[in-house]
């Protein structure tokens, strides 16, 4: 009998299988594309603010009066004053045309502002607020009652677009004096110019439709003044007084010029 061998009591681990053998389990790409919980987490991109917010602060500030766009009513305005000026002798009249110019060429409110700088402030019509009505109405009341006009050697010309005063004194001595009322603001119905003509001249223009009355004479000179009534009633009245020493004073209406109402 063949003698037989003894059995080990103690089990053996199984043989490990052939790395070929081993099934291969891929991990799904979302899961492989999640970072690790303990792996820190990436420095997330700068919020960029909205344009709204990144904008600077003045792009939403109020826009500086001086850069204001002028209106029409603006440049009226100006205009307005600088036609006062010239009738008040604060221009000449290169002046007073060089600003005009300007002032229908400006395009901001700061270019309007320089032009009348140099100038005392006139209310003006249709621009004030409302509060300042009342006072705005009274201004061309507010305006001195007499005006002078002087040539002495020389002359002295009030003519285009000017606020006629209730009476205006002229005077002239070896020199000329030129009245031009045909284009002139009448605000009052009556108007009174008073010559003195010594070896000198004083020349005075109406318009057609203004009645003409004179009280005037001349010694050794001549006062010739074309009396006429006109057919308006409500028509302003130019009555034309003083005297002419070896001069001469002339007042007639011009033709082809009217005056369209009483405060044109």
Do not use: C
């Not at 009591?9 to 099934?23: D, E, I, Y």
């Not at 500030?61 to 307005?80: G, K, N």
């Not at 007499?146 to 070896?174: D, H, Q, Y």
Request: aromatic share 4%; no cysteine.
């Amino acid at each position: 009998m063949d003698e037989q061998q003894p059995v080990s009591l103690t089990k053996s681990a199984p043989a490990p299988a052939p790395v070929s053998a081993r099934p291969s389990v891929s991990a799904p790409a979302s899961v492989m594309a999640q970072p690790s919980a303990s792996a820190p987490a990436p420095a997330s991109a700068p919020v960029s603010a909205p344009a709204s917010a990144a904008a600077p602060a003045s792009a939403s500030a109020p826009v500086a009066r001086a850069e204001l766009r002028a209106s029409d009513a603006d440049r009226d305005r100006i205009a307005d004053v600088l036609r006062e000026a010239l009738a008040e002798g604060r221009l000449q009249p290169e002046e007073h045309a060089e600003r005009i110019d300007a002032v229908y060429r400006a395009k901001t409110l700061g270019e309007l502002e320089p032009l009348v700088r140099d100038l005392p402030a006139a209310p003006v019509r249709g621009a004030a607020p409302a509060g300042a009505h009342a006072a705005e109405a009274d201004w061309p009341r507010a305006a001195p009652e007499s005006e002078n006009l002087m040539a002495i050697f020389g002359g002295s010309v009030r003519k285009g677009r000017w606020r006629v005063r209730r009476r205006t004194n002229a005077l002239a001595v070896f020199g000329g004096v030129e009245i031009d009322l045909t284009e002139a603001v009448f605000e009052q119905q009556e108007i009174a110019i008073h010559v003195v003509a010594a070896f000198g001249g004083v020349d005075i223009k109406v318009p057609e439709n203004v009645s003409l009355r004179s009280s005037g004479s001349g010694v050794f000179g001549g006062f010739d003044v074309k009396t006429y009534e006109a057919p308006d009633p409500d028509a302003p009245i130019v009555h034309i007084s003083g005297f002419a020493v070896f001069g001469g004073v002339e007042a007639k209406p011009k033709r082809g010029k009217r005056l369209k109402n009483l405060r044109a």
